[in-house]
């Protein structure tokens, strides 16, 4: 556990005399963020954006973990096994673990919780473990008790308490968050004492001297100083509310994704920020996404809008919060006209087509494709095993649908000013704070 490794830590910087005792890691200190509102504490209302998954983590666990390479760990469960079918598991749970409100971490609890998010599960609290009977199919389940939305809450009167190494001080929606250590953490205190998170959103001049750690937007990690980027993760999609309504509308769907210049959206609005996505999951993920064509084709966007008796006109909803969104919606719209279709730019949600944003839920890239086609409302595929073949079939099955255009693959960026120590973030972005300490401030 970290505790251990600190112990080791420390002895082996012992060793190494006073020269490195100014980089020795240590407790205490108050870390400053700024980062994106938000206005749920919920796990599940978390797990839709990067930053709602990096607060999620501080005040709850999952039975399972998984490391930066996607490979599962365990978390509030030390074990687990299933039955040849992989429809039944067992989850030994983790002993003395405690929830922020004081009460235990028990078999019950953990049941209760995953019945809330997880509805067809079947899920029974045994004497020190819990059972889950999964259908149909689900060959990695293990991975899936590692997202965000899996996370273990004990929900009392409209509170909510995780077993994680933070609690809640204050919180006010959309504005602030103050965060305590938990001294009583089962793997560990935190090395930092607490947190004082300013929801207020991007910042356009960073500011290290009132804060520590800034998310940023893409394009601005060039210029600013101590920026950290992810890979390229994020996916910026067009999605239409329905499915088309005829061969025609069709038609016109695809030439509105062939009138789209993608590499301009990357590399001009979102100066490098971002690369073109040919599928929905980035190519690091999975090795093939240059069997997905998403080129730019103006001449047949063209010729097929002049074929169909019917000139499109679709409203284009975007997020009126996010400034990149109506950017990118708009330059949309320039390109699409070109075409000869017209979109509409608008903040209202309920429009033809929307412009959203979907965070890598997980780096296993059978669980990360299914949960962004249930959160843009299409039917996930069912996976019965995990080879690249089986996935390609099914991300090409969802984009045969017409009802997701991919973009670009954004990058997820942040600053960190030089004091902040043991800073690291996987991938796809997600940042781990619980290991992170301050040096000494410079007056």
């Known amino acids: 556990m970290r505790l251990i490794a600190l112990r080791l830590l420390v002895a082996s910087s012992l060793l190494l005399g006073n020269a490195a005792a100014a980089t020795r890691p240590h407790y205490g200190g108050n870390l400053r963020v700024m980062m ?97 009977q999964v259908d149909p199919l689900n060959v990695d389940l293990p991975a899936v008790l590692a997202l965000v939305r899996n996370s273990i809450v004990r929900r009392e009167g409209g509170k909510l308490a995780g077993t994680g190494p933070f609690t809640v001080g204050e919180w006010l929606p959309g504005k602030r968050l103050a965060l305590t250590a938990r001294e009583d953490y089962w793997n560990g205190r935190a090395f930092l004492s607490s947190m004082d998170i300013d929801l207020g959103g991007n910042s356009q001049a960073v500011d290290f001297g009132r804060h520590h750690v800034v998310e940023i937007t893409p394009e601005q990690a060039r210029r600013v100083a101590g920026s950290r980027v992810s890979a390229p993760s994020e996916l910026l999609a067009l999605v239409f509310a329905r499915t088309p309504a005829s061969a025609m509308e069709g038609r016109l769907r695809g ?16 100066q490098s920020g971002a690369e073109p996505a040919r599928g929905l999951l980035p190519g690091w993920l999975t090795g093939y996404d240059f069997l997905f064509s998403t080129d730019t084709n103006l001449a047949s966007a063209r010729q097929a809008v002049a074929e169909t ?3 499109p006109a679709w ?31 608008t903040p209202r949600a309920d429009s033809d087509v929307r412009l959203v944003r979907l965070s890598l839920a997980s780096l296993d890239p059978h669980i990360a494709i299914e949960s962004w086609a249930a959160s843009i409302g299409l039917v996930p595929p069912k996976f019965a095993g995990g ?42 972005g997600d940042w781990h704070l619980v290991d992170v300490w301050l040096g000494v401030e410079k007056p």
Not at 121 to 130: E, F, L, N, Q
Not at 255 to 270: F, G, T, Y
Not at 316 to 345: F, K, M, T, W
Request: net charge negative; no cysteine; proline share 5%.
């Open 255 to 270: 030439a509105l994704s062939s009138s789209i210049d993608r590499k301009v959206i990357a590399e001009v609005i979102l």
């Open 387 to 428: 080879s690249s073949e089986e996935l390609y079939a099914a991300e090409r099955v969802l984009l045969q649908t017409q009802q997701v255009i991919p973009l670009v693959h954004v990058k997820a960026a942040v600053a960190v000013a030089g004091v902040v120590n043991g800073w690291s973030n996987s991938r796809s």
């Open 36 to 132: 994106s509102a938000s206005g749920s504490l919920d796990p599940v209302e978390l797990s839709g954006t990067v930053g709602g998954g990096n607060i999620a983590r501080l005040l709850f666990d999952t039975l399972t973990t998984t490391d930066d390479r996607g490979i599962t760990q365990a978390g509030l469960a030390t074990s687990w096994q299933s039955d040849p079918e992989n429809r039944n598991w067992q989850f030994s749970l983790r002993p003395g673990v405690g929830f922020s409100d004081g009460s235990p971490l028990t078999p019950e609890s953990v049941a209760a919780s995953l019945r809330t998010v997880n509805p067809t599960w079947h899920v029974a609290a045994g004497s020190d473990s819990v059972a889950i």
């Open 309 to 311: 008796k019917q000139k």
């Open 315 to 345: 409203s284009l909803g975007y997020d009126a919060n996010d400034p990149l969104a109506r950017l990118v919606s708009e330059r949309i719209a320039l390109n699409a006209s070109d075409a000869g279709i017209r979109l509409l730019p």
